[in-house]
C-alpha cells in the first residue's frame, strides 16, 4: 500500500532531507586522503545527533553506522571501517535522519583529491541522469517514465544501470511503496499522484549492470570491480508540479570552496 502524504506531512520529511543534506557537507569537509571511512561516520552521527534527530541507518535491518560508505567499486551498502580514503577514489555517501517521526534520505557521490576523468564523466552523468528522473517525475506519469529517462540517457555513453536495487517512497518508513527502478518503460509502472513522496537514486555502473554481495551481507559491488557512482533526491509530487524535498546546496558549497582553496 502506498501512503500519500499530508502537506504537513511533506514538510517534515523536507525538515529531514535537508539536515541529510548539511550532513553530507559537512561530511564533505572531512573528506580527503587519508581519512578513514569510520571517521566520516563518527562526523555524521555526531552531527545528525546535535541537531536533535537519529541516524537513520543505524540499526536499520542490522545495519552497524549511520552512513554507507562505497568506495569504488562499491556500489552502495559499504560499512564504515578502517579503510583510508585514497588520492584517485570515488567515494559515495548515503545518509539517512529521522527526526518528527519522518526519515530524510539522499547521497551523494565525491572525488578523493582528482579522480580520471572516466571516473568524472561517470560521476556527472550520473548525477545529471538523477535530474532528467526528477524531471520526468511530472504528476500524471509513471516510475517507468522516470527509469526510462535515467537509462536511456547513462546507456547512451554505454553505462549500465544497477538493476538489483532500486528507489521508494519515503515517509515514516524508510523504505515505502512503490519501487522506482532506475530503468524501465514509459507509461509503465505506478502514477505519481500528488501526496507521494520518492526517492530517486540512479546507482551507474561504468562497466557492466551485474553486481555481487560481499560476506558481510551488506556491502553490493560491481561484479567486474569497475567504479560505481550514486546520487539520491527526496521528492514530493504536488499537485501541478514536483519538487525535490533534499538539497545538494550545501555540500556544492563546501567542495566549490575546497576548490578556490586549491587554485
Ligand atoms: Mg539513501
Ligand atoms: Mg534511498
Redesign the pocket.
Known sequence: MIYYKTDEEIELIRISSLLVGKTLAEVARHIRPGVTTEELDKVAETFIRDHGAVPGFKGYGGFPATLCISVNEVVVHGIPGKQALKDGDLVSV?CGVILNGFYG?S?YSFAVGEVTEEVRLLMDRTKESLYLGIKAAQPGKRTGDIGYEIQTYVESFGYSVVRDLV??GLGRHLHEKPEVPNFGKRGAGTMLQPGLVI?I?PMINLGRRQVVQERDGWTIRTADRRPSAHY?HAIAIREGKTEILSSFDEIEKVLESQKQTLN
Open positions: 548515503d534520505d547521497a528507489g521508494h526517492c537514486e539520491e
